[in-house]
């Protein structure tokens, strides 16, 4: 198997201007040109590394997808699974207060790129899909008696705290979705 091959530094630039337009502005609000004038290189470098504006974007969504993973995986304790939603309620709501939040990257993406089939929607796809997977195995752990099912209930309450963030009062934020976690998981332990 071979090594994981590491962003080049120029690679890695363009990631970085990326992740930051994408994020503050919208992905098909923000053009090639953009971020090639924010990275301060040629037309000819960046589609040596990004043969298109899609496959960017593609690389966008994978990076973001690897950070929440680690991210949420950290919080993780098998044997104490409320307060590994403790920890996810805590993490969503600081979050959603510090400067620049804008929402879940995956949600504003969808929202962008509704078409099954295209790659960006399959990287959203199988990221929210490891997601619904992480949130059944805590809903498990926690002896919920149908962890798809409570999954399903645990990712609707994270959606719904990632708008709200967003749109709404963040300050109370973290607080609200522990009382939802909590609330799901009472119902459905037996």
């Not at 929607?121 to 798809?148: K, N, Y």
Request: proline share 4%.
């Amino acid at each position: 198997m071979p090594a994981k091959t590491t962003a080049t530094p120029t690679r890695q630039r363009i990631l970085d201007a990326t992740n930051q337009l994408f994020y503050a502005q919208g992905i098909r609000a923000t053009s090639a040109d953009r971020i090639i004038e924010e990275v301060g290189i040629t037309k000819v470098t960046f589609y040596r590394h990004f043969r298109s504006k899609n496959d960017l974007v593609v690389a966008y969504l994978q990076a973001q997808a690897e950070q929440e993973s680690s991210w949420f995986s950290s919080l993780r304790d098998p044997k104490d699974p409320a307060r590994s939603l403790d920890a996810i309620a805590a993490g969503i709501g600081a979050a959603s207060c510090s400067p620049g939040f804008r929402g879940c990257a995956f949600i504003n993406a969808a929202a962008e790129y509704s078409e099954a089939g295209d790659p960006v929607r399959e990287v959203i796809d199988a990221h929210r899909a490891w997601m619904l997977g992480e949130f059944a195995s805590i809903a498990s752990d926690a002896g919920a008696q149908e962890p798809q099912a409570v999954a399903r209930q645990f990712m609707m309450l994270r959606d719904g705290a990632m708008v709200n963030g967003y749109l709404g009062e963040p300050q109370e934020l973290a607080g609200a979705l522990k009382r939802g976690f909590d609330a799901v998981l009472a119902a459905t332990i037996g």
